[in-house]
């Protein structure tokens, strides 16, 4: 081990476990909140089961306002709501309160697309069968659409690791920020290259297992 990283070994490790710990939390908030959400937005669309235009302008305003935020201003924007909710605006911790929307939102529109991908004879068969709305969503949709929603996660866990290295802002600590803080403003330019090459290694291993789990899903 290089003695950089020996000497900033503790501080690497915790560096990672928060954004472990940022990515986690914001990751449950996309499957939780945004696969609902999206579904919601594909079966209140035009022509769909339960086509509902008010409802899909407002959700889809609602996504794409939060998508069309800059990061940087959104978790600024999103203090007072933070505080609001988990007692104080800086932290780790707080780190994922806007991590957590722009997570949901981001998912919500690729579930969306992904469902959209699903082809419409699949769902006339199922309506033509009486099945309910719900066993059309977890015995078809979900089913025909997995891999997709699968590679749209990956897609956005990528994305969310990306988000965490702007979370240093509010004190939300790691990767990102300690490459920043311990490597760029303390002119240690090995540091800051071993963490980059520690974010690179962590999407790539992410996307792969991503991808190999997109491709067996997909039975095609």
Same mark, same amino acid.
């Given at each position: 081990?290089?003695?950089? =990283?020996?000497? $900033? ?15 986690? @939390?914001?990751?449950?908030?996309? @499957? ?5 959400? /999206?579904? $919601? ?14 409802? +899909?302008?407002? =959700? ?14 959104? @978790? ?5 709501? &933070? ?8 932290? &780790? ?5 806007? =991590? ?20 419409? !004879? @699949? ?24 891999? /997709? ?18 979370? !240093?802002?509010?004190?939300? !600590? /790691?990767? /990102? ?6 490597? +760029? ?5 090995? =540091?800051?290259? +071993? ?26």
């Amino acid at each position: 081990m290089p003695d950089v =990283l020996r000497q $900033y070994e503790a501080e690497i490790w915790r560096a990672i476990s928060e954004t472990f710990f940022m990515v986690g @939390v914001s990751i449950v908030a996309a @499957v939780l909140i945004g696969l609902p959400i /999206g579904t $919601y937005l594909f079966l209140c669309g035009k022509e769909k089961l339960l086509e509902n235009r008010v409802v +899909y302008n407002i =959700l889809n305003l609602a996504v794409n306002t939060i998508r069309s935020f800059p990061f940087l201003l959104l @978790v600024v924007f999103l203090i007072p709501f &933070t505080r609001l909710i988990v007692g104080t605006a800086i932290g &780790t911790v707080a780190a994922t309160v806007p =991590l957590s929307i722009i997570a949901i939102a981001h998912y919500a529109r690729l579930v969306e697309q992904s469902l959209l991908d699903v082809p419409k !004879g @699949v769902i006339e068969a199922a309506v033509s069968m009486g099945a309910s709305v719900r066993r059309i969503i977890f015995s078809f949709l979900f089913v025909e659409a997995r891999s /997709g929603l699968v590679l749209g996660l990956t897609t956005s866990i990528v994305s969310f690791i990306s988000y965490s290295t702007i979370m !240093g802002v509010v004190g939300g !600590g /790691g990767i /990102g920020d300690f490459a920043i803080r311990y490597g +760029y403003q303390q002119f240690k330019t090995d =540091l800051m290259l +071993y963490m980059i090459f520690i974010m690179i290694i962590l999407v790539q291993l992410i996307q792969m297992i991503g991808t190999a789990a997109a491709r067996w899903l997909d039975k095609r």
